[in-house]
């Protein structure tokens, strides 16, 4: 028998001003842990344990794991192996929350496939891949990249381009997730407008080009506190589509106008929609203390139920080259351990929560 091992991350697109191009990898993971035993014939087999449980299909056909793997097959001509295939799959990410699982599920998919046919994939060719399944680069960036991510579609080739970066040690990230219902995704598409006055638009431009400055800005350390708040809170500001989103979720209003009296929270760098919502993004300072924070963020109105806060080291990472753009899959082949989990989250803080970009992300290990 062989049994290998595949960790994603999850993530939060259009953070802050980068509407459809900033993402970030987030310290919270969908692991498939992969038995192969020899057999006459192919078969695949799917067992689910995490969040959501009851939402999550176990036909192959269905399930968007293994969907994703059966579509790069076809498309590579590949050849699965005889054998009986058995995953299990542990899933730490909220679904339908606005951070990143479907994304996931999808780079997780596009692995697996790789690794079980050997088609020696590049990771731009499983971008790629993934873009056929899931049309929006962001999360899934984050998810097979780490860190903060940069991506853009070139509207011709449908070619997909990404830089990322470690983030700041100064910076953690908490994600707040409220006890409501995300709309569908054609609802919250629909509020958009079709077309932005100029205003508009220099606004955005002008907060996305600093925001991604002060992540790649490599003396943020040596920075002011201060004036680091001030920076982020503006470059998170968006015109683009929280305004128009906030109003289908109660109290999204007054988690945003936090960033409006920054000074007040000592930790507080600024917040935004994580995706789509309902879930909340904010990055604060590890400096400081999150107390003053986490009460702010518990507002009655917005119905918190689930608050994920600690160091997410795991941003700190990147795979890839020197400058962080990997040629190919950086696979660390080790021998197989069985993964470490914090199972099914609760109604509760984790005081010193995943690294933000664990040393076997999307690593596949192997025995």
Not at 41 to 57: C, F, M, P, R, T
């Amino acid at each position: 028998m062989r049994r290998a091992k595949i960790k994603v991350p999850g993530s939060s697109g259009n953070v802050g001003s980068g509407f459809d191009a900033l993402s970030l990898a987030l310290g919270v993971y969908l692991t498939v842990d992969i038995s192969i035993t020899p057999s006459p014939s192919h078969d695949l087999l799917i067992k689910y344990s995490g969040v959501n449980e009851a939402l999550i299909s176990m036909e192959k056909e269905v399930n968007l794991i293994t969907r994703t793997m059966y579509h790069v097959v076809q498309q590579c001509n590949g050849i699965l192996p005889q054998a009986k295939i058995q995953l299990n799959v542990n899933n730490e990410i909220p679904l339908s929350k606005g951070m990143g699982s479907s994304a996931s599920a999808v780079i997780a998919g596009c692995i697996l496939a790789n690794e079980l046919c050997n088609l020696n994939l590049t990771k731009n060719q499983i971008m790629k891949y993934a873009m056929e399944i899931e049309n929006h680069p962001d999360n899934l960036a984050a998810a097979l990249f780490g860190g903060f991510v940069v991506s853009s579609v070139d509207s011709v080739s449908g070619e997909c381009f990404f830089v990322n970066t470690p983030v700041s040690s100064n910076i953690k990230a908490v994600v707040v997730m409220p006890d409501i219902a995300k709309q569908s995704t054609a609802a919250m598409r629909s509020v958009l407008p079709e077309a932005y006055t100029r205003g508009d638009i220099v606004f955005n431009l002008q907060r996305a080009c600093l925001l991604t400055s002060l992540f790649f800005k490599s003396e943020l350390t040596t920075t002011d506190k201060t004036t680091m708040a001030k920076m982020f809170a503006t470059a998170m500001q968006d015109k683009i589509h929280q305004p128009y989103r906030q109003a289908l979720m109660p109290g999204m209003g007054s988690i945003l106008a936090l960033s409006q009296n920054i000074l007040d929270i000592p930790s507080l760098f600024g917040v935004c929609i994580s995706g789509a919502g309902p879930s909340v993004l904010a990055l604060a300072d590890s400096r400081e203390d999150h107390v003053s924070l986490i009460s702010r963020l518990q507002i009655s109105d917005f119905g918190v139920s689930v608050m994920f806060e600690g160091e997410d080291d795991a941003m700190r990472k990147t795979s890839g080259t020197p400058a962080f753009i990997a040629p190919e899959i950086c696979m660390e082949f080790v021998p197989f351990m069985a993964p470490t989990l914090l199972g099914i989250f609760e109604s509760i803080i984790f005081p010193e929560y995943p690294r933000f970009f664990h040393s076997s992300h999307h690593n596949i290990t192997t025995k």
